[in-house]
């Protein structure tokens, strides 16, 4: 190797250079790279300037993702002709002024070096004026160099244009994304500041953005968090939005969350505010998606902004260059808070999924619905223990209803998009013909239906529920109604008929939630037993890893588990907890512990046992295409109500799919 | 081969060697049981290459040597579903018939020598224990294997042969079983410091064909299997590679309580007040006093049981508790009779339980 290098280049010393001061320029320059990574940081920076000096409207006009051009116009308190000149300077702010000033920030900027960082790496313009002031000033500032001060007769307020940026670092430049990248950046940067100003109430200003002369983005001055959501998401999205509000030691949290039909295949729809500023923070993600847990899929994340208002004292602000990141006194706390409101907010929701038909028979809209239902099966049980067959439909060509799942096919929830083979749907001409006979047993089924005028009270008298108002999942099913008039079909489903319409239930899913809720019932009380072993299981992770496990040993020990450092990256399992029964305890171990440093937390005791019992419950449900006989029919359905969130099995995955009647009768054109 | 067989002593056998046939379709030749007649006797022969197991069948007249495949599944089937004393059986290139006065079978022709090879014994050297006592020693032990193959080295039973004894440990990491019984080396046979570690399902067979207590067993440990041979039969056995924990560093050297029980006081105790545990919980609290042991467990409901039994005792009270399983495993091995010393320390400590010096059981509690 070296022979090659001696013959081929020659490598000489690097003569002794001495240690001198940079100039200002480059230290700007550095430090400019810190804060202006890109357009987006610069719009950020200087929209926050605007927030802190008090504007009521800010105007953000960009160029070509904000490379060519960035202008940032505000109406706030303007900065005075002998100031301007400092405040090109690096570390000059009018927001603190000695450092113990930075526990109690309470100013988006404090840093005091983003309009210097920002006036060394481009060709800026600062035009201001205050309110006493009735002549206001002008400087440029290229590339660092401060241009002379002259007097400038514009309103008040601050005008800053940015041009060029990094025109005098070319690798810096070298580095940017295409334009639409930064483009979007820029957009997403001025979408966090927009959800942050939420938190000044009427008095945020008003904020447009303008992306070569066209308004890209525009929220007026006094918008709720909701109406902020639908600028950022849209009308149907905000809709769908749900308002929570929760309050710790020195916490307030505000915010709106989706309901469980708004997953996202990624956590981008996540916001998270602290103190009025956007942050990242790995451990709000987990606590969002931990108060969804069970009710959404697995790999898909909620949608969700929370608000954290939390005391100066509690958060360090000052880690991040670009304030991106802060850090809680006690993250814990913090996590705890939003987990518990989250799940609070969800749990009073009942959220309930819909069963949604559409009809895809170009040009026969009023096509009836009912049949669509009729043929779920050829069977219909009746009160009389007897199955009444309803007779084949015709060959299965294609069939001109669809049913579709709601909004978002879940994975697991494959409900059949074809009908079975003599099942097939009927040519309009067949419908014709064969309406009255089918019909016919399907009133029979109905025989038990509630009247008119039942439904008009829907609650009967024997109803034990005093406050029908209220929404109560336990109370779906009317009090005196029949058990009995169960359909199963394809020996997958169950159909049932309850006070608000038609209900579609998974008899897997259910049977696995209602295990899931009893076994947990059982443990929640009582201690988890631990089982020593008289060998320990020993479990290898990296060293650093089994550090991060072993500070939590006594955690770890209130789950059952007993850890032992056993040398390196290998811990040493003396115990673990009884519930397990056959699973093997190091693989589970192994798969917490795993969980636990992927999310830096180490997963809950309720966490933990959610996801055993998910574990032990699906394992010993019934399943699928398991033909049940009347009575455990009954028995399933009677048990649905006793559960805590009868609607979701624990993966998730939606027990029942309702299909209203208010839905049906829209259908059928009776309403 | 043509021979006629005694029904029902033919069945019996298929049935023995039919549990070393594989339950999983492995390789298909494998399903069939593999008839070998010489002028002399018949044997049977059925492996899934982990085991194999040979026998020799009685009651069986050989009019013309020679060697056969059966498929399992149907000779047995065949052999319990007719009625009739005796079968012929006739196997030649086309397949095999099956006759008797009122019923005929034919069995496609399968080739016997695709079969795998008997495994020979070997008559170097080897140990020998009587019948009834290996089998005492496997009752007592392989219920403590692991099920889990995670620790696949536990699956199985340690199979320890001195100069004049046999002993056999099994653990699952939670209990531990070692059993011994006297045995007779011939010709240096000893397992020396590697002793073979014998997959559970080899030992379940093995008990099986254990007919006759006094009957005289030999076994061979070779490099990477063992053979058990009686008068009739011979089994054979891959061995379980890996190392097995050192059993003798976890039983304990002293106690300071010893209590002595019947095991089947102590066995009824267990079962009546486990009756009030449940899966989630599984759990027995041993409460020991002057004069009594008190069994107490609780559901997560909150049912409760309590049982009391008297037993000879001075010491200081100390409570602690187990899976109540593990107790009934061992204690469903012994006869009621039997003494059983238990021995304990502290409460967090394991427990031991011990027959003489022939048998010790080592429990860890829970907390």
């Given at each position: 190797m070296s022979e090659v290098l001696s013959g081929e280049c020659v490598i000489e010393r690097v003569p002794r250079r001495p240690i001198h001061r940079l100039d200002a320029l480059t230290i700007a320059q550095i430090a400019a790279g810190e804060v202006v990574e890109r357009p987006g940081s610069v719009v950020r920076e200087l929209v926050e300037n605007a927030v802190d000096a008090g504007a009521k409207r800010i105007e953000v006009d960009f160029e070509q993702g904000g490379i060519e051009l960035i202008r940032i116009v505000d109406d706030g308190h303007g900065?005075?002709?002998?100031?301007?000149?400092?405040?090109?300077?690096?570390?000059?702010?009018?927001?603190?002024?000695?450092?113990?000033?930075?526990?109690?920030?309470?100013?988006?900027?404090?840093?005091?070096?983003?309009?210097?960082?920002?006036?060394?790496?481009?060709?800026?313009?600062l035009q201001t004026r205050t309110a006493d002031q009735t002549v206001g000033a002008q400087a440029s500032c290229d590339g660092g160099v401060l241009g002379p001060i002259t007097p400038w007769t514009g309103p008040q307020g601050t005008r800053i244009e940015?041009?060029?940026?990094?025109?005098?670092?070319?690798?810096?430049?070298?580095?940017?994304?295409?334009?639409?990248?930064?483009?979007?950046?820029?957009?997403?940067?001025?979408?966090?500041?927009?959800l942050a100003l939420s938190r000044l109430g009427a008095m945020a200003p008003h904020l447009v953005v303008r992306n070569q002369g066209k308004v890209a983005l525009e929220?007026?001055?006094?918008?709720?968090?909701?109406?902020?959501?639908?600028?950022?998401?849209?009308?149907?999205?905000?809709?769908?939005?749900?308002?929570?509000?929760?309050?710790?030691?020195?916490?307030?949290?505000?915010?709106?969350?989706?309901?469980?039909?708004?997953?996202?295949?990624?956590?981008?729809?996540?916001?998270?505010?602290?103190?009025?500023?956007?942050?990242?923070?790995?451990?709000?993600?987990?606590?969002?998606?931990?108060?969804?847990?069970?009710?959404?899929?697995?790999?898909?994340?909620?949608?969700?902004?929370?608000?954290?208002?939390?005391?100066?004292?509690?958060?360090?602000?000052?880690?991040?260059?670009?304030?991106?990141?802060?850090?809680?006194?006690?993250?814990?706390?913090?996590?705890?808070?939003?987990?518990?409101?989250?799940?609070?907010?969800?749990?009073?929701?009942?959220?309930?999924?819909?069963?949604?038909?559409?009809?895809?028979?170009?040009?026969?809209?009023?096509?009836?619905?009912?049949?669509?239902?009729?043929?779920?099966?050829?069977?219909?049980?009746?009160?009389?223990?007897?199955?009444?067959?309803?007779?084949?439909?015709?060959?299965?060509?294609?069939?001109?209803?669809?049913?579709?799942?709601?909004?978002?096919?879940?994975?697991?929830?494959?409900?059949?998009?074809?009908?079975?083979?003599?099942?097939?749907?009927?040519?309009?001409?067949?419908?014709?013909?064969?309406?009255?006979?089918?019909?016919?047993?399907?009133?029979?089924w109905e025989n038990g239906l509630p009247t008119e005028s039942r439904v008009s009270e829907p609650h009967g008298v024997s109803n034990p529920n005093p406050t029908p108002n209220q929404p109560n999942p336990?109370?779906?099913?009317?009090?005196?109604?029949?058990?009995?008039?169960?359909?199963?079909?394809?020996?997958?489903?169950?159909?049932?008929?309850?006070?608000?319409?038609?209900?579609?239930?998974?008899?897997?899913?259910?049977?696995?939630?209602?295990?899931?809720?009893?076994?947990?019932?059982?443990?929640?009380?009582?201690?988890?037993?631990?089982?020593?072993?008289?060998?320990?299981?020993?479990?290898?992770?990296q060293s650093g890893q089994a550090q991060a496990i072993l500070d939590q040993k006594t955690a770890w020990e209130k789950l059952g588990f007993e850890i032992e450092s056993f040398?390196?990256?290998?811990?040493?399992?003396?115990?673990?907890?009884?519930?397990?029964?056959?699973?093997?305890?190091?693989?589970?171990?192994?798969?917490?512990?795993?969980?636990?440093?992927?999310?830096?937390?180490?997963?809950?005791?309720?966490?933990?046992?959610?996801?055993?019992?998910?574990?032990?419950?699906?394992?010993?449900?019934?399943?699928?295409?398991?033909?049940?006989?009347?009575?455990q029919m009954e028995a399933l359905v009677e048990q649905r109500q006793l559960a805590l969130d009868p609607n979701h099995c624990p993966h998730g995955r939606p027990t029942a799919l309702l299909l209203s009647r208010q839905d049906l009768e829209k259908q059928f054109g009776r309403i | 081969m043509k021979i006629i067989c005694h029904r029902e002593a033919f069945l019996s056998a298929c049935q023995l060697t039919a549990s070393a046939v594989p339950s999983k379709d492995v390789k298909a030749v494998l399903r069939n049981i593999k008839a070998h007649a010489d002028e002399m006797s018949c044997s049977l022969f059925a492996t899934d290459l982990e085991l194999g197991l040979r026998l020799q069948v009685g009651g069986v007249e050989v009019i013309k040597p020679g060697k056969a495949l059966l498929p399992a599944q149907k000779i047995i089937s065949i052999l319990r579903e007719t009625r009739e004393d005796q079968l012929h059986l006739d196997a030649s290139p086309k397949g095999?018939?099956?006759?008797?006065?009122?019923?005929?079978?034919?069995?496609?022709?399968?080739?016997?020598?695709?079969?795998?090879?008997?495994?020979?014994?070997?008559?170097?050297?080897w140990h020998e224990i009587r019948a009834g006592d290996l089998r005492e020693l496997i009752r007592r032990t392989v219920f403590s294997c692991a099920t889990e193959s995670a620790r696949y080295t536990m699956t199985g039973v340690l199979f320890e042969l001195d100069r004049e004894d046999a002993r056999m440990i099994?653990?699952?990491?939670?209990?531990?079983?070692?059993?011994?019984?006297?045995?007779?080396?011939?010709?240096?046979?000893?397992?020396?410091?590697?002793?073979?570690v014998v997959p559970a399902k080899t030992l379940g067979v093995l008990d099986r064909n254990l007919i006759d207590d006094e009957e005289v067993v030999r076994i061979r440990v070779g490099v990477n299997e063992i053979f058990f041979r009686t008068d009739c039969s011979v089994l054979y056995s891959r061995l379980i590679e890996g190392r097995y924990p050192d059993y003798r560093a976890i039983l304990p050297k002293s106690a300071s309580i010893k209590v002595i029980v019947s095991a089947g006081g102590l066995l009824a105790g267990v079962r009546q007040a486990s009756i009030m545990s449940d899966d989630e919980t599984k759990r027995l609290n041993f409460h020991l006093e002057k004069g009594q042991i008190t069994f107490e467990a609780e559901t997560a409901l909150g049912g409760k049981s309590k049982v009391e039994m008297a037993i000879d005792y001075d010491g200081d009270e100390i409570s602690t508790s187990f899976n109540p399983q593990f107790l009934i495993d061992m204690l469903k091995a012994m006869p009621g009779e039997m003494e059983i010393q238990m021995e304990l320390s502290t409460s967090g400590k394991p427990v031991l339980f011990r027959s003489g010096s022939s048998y010790s059981y080592l429990v860890m509690p829970m907390s």
């Open positions: 900065i005075t002709r002998e100031e301007i000149a400092l405040a090109l300077t690096s570390h000059a702010t009018s927001k603190l002024s000695k450092s113990e000033d930075l526990d109690q920030i309470q100013t988006l900027g404090f840093r005091g070096e983003a309009l210097a960082s920002i006036g060394s790496v481009s060709r800026t313009l940015v041009r060029n940026l990094f025109h005098n670092t070319p690798a810096r430049r070298k580095f940017l994304k295409a334009q639409s990248a930064e483009t979007t950046f820029l957009i997403e940067t001025v979408q966090r500041l927009m929220c007026p001055s006094g918008a709720m968090l909701r109406e902020r959501a639908e600028i950022l998401w849209g009308v149907e999205v905000a809709s769908d939005l749900l308002e929570l509000e929760a309050k710790g030691p020195g916490i307030k949290l505000t915010g709106v969350i989706g309901n469980n039909r708004l997953d996202r295949a990624t956590s981008k729809f996540q916001h998270f505010l602290v103190n009025g500023r956007w942050i990242r923070d790995k451990s709000l993600n987990h606590a969002l998606m931990e108060g969804f847990r069970g009710l959404i899929m697995v790999g898909r994340f909620p949608v969700g902004i929370l608000i954290l208002e939390v005391e100066p004292g509690l958060v360090d602000v000052n880690v991040h260059p670009a304030k991106a990141e802060v850090r809680f006194r006690d993250s814990q706390v913090v996590h705890h808070l939003v987990f518990k409101a989250v799940r609070e907010r969800l749990r009073r929701e009942n959220i309930h999924p819909t069963l949604t038909m559409t009809t895809s028979l170009a040009g026969t809209k009023s096509l009836p619905m009912g049949l669509g239902a009729a043929a779920f099966s050829p069977l219909l049980f009746t009160q009389q223990n007897q199955w009444q067959d309803l007779g084949s439909f015709g060959p299965p060509d294609e069939h001109p209803l669809a049913l579709k799942p709601p909004v978002r096919p879940a994975p697991g929830l494959d409900f059949p998009k074809e009908f079975p083979r003599g099942l097939g749907p009927p040519s309009l001409h067949e419908i014709a013909s064969n309406l009255s006979p089918k019909i016919e047993p399907l009133a029979a336990k109370n779906l099913f009317p009090a005196n109604h029949a058990l009995g008039r169960f359909v199963q079909v394809f020996d997958s489903y169950l159909i049932v008929e309850i006070e608000k319409g038609v209900m579609v239930i998974d008899q897997h899913a259910l049977h696995e939630r209602i295990l899931f809720d009893q076994i947990r019932k059982r443990l929640e009380l009582g201690a988890l037993p631990m089982q020593k072993l008289l060998i320990p299981e020993v479990v290898e992770f040398g390196g990256g290998a811990i040493a399992l003396g115990g673990f907890p009884v519930v397990l029964a056959h699973r093997s305890p190091s693989a589970v171990f192994q798969n917490l512990a795993e969980k636990l440093l992927q999310n830096d937390l180490l997963p809950t005791r309720e966490e933990m046992l959610h996801s055993l019992l998910a574990m032990i419950a699906c394992h010993s449900a019934v399943r699928a295409n398991e033909r049940l006989t009347p009575l | 095999v018939v099956v006759k008797g006065k009122k019923v005929e079978f034919f069995l496609p022709y399968e080739d016997p020598e695709q079969f795998p090879d008997v495994p020979e014994f070997g008559e170097e050297a099994a653990t699952d990491g939670r209990r531990l079983a070692l059993a011994q019984c006297g045995a007779k080396s011939l010709g240096e046979h000893t397992t020396g410091t590697n002793p073979p």
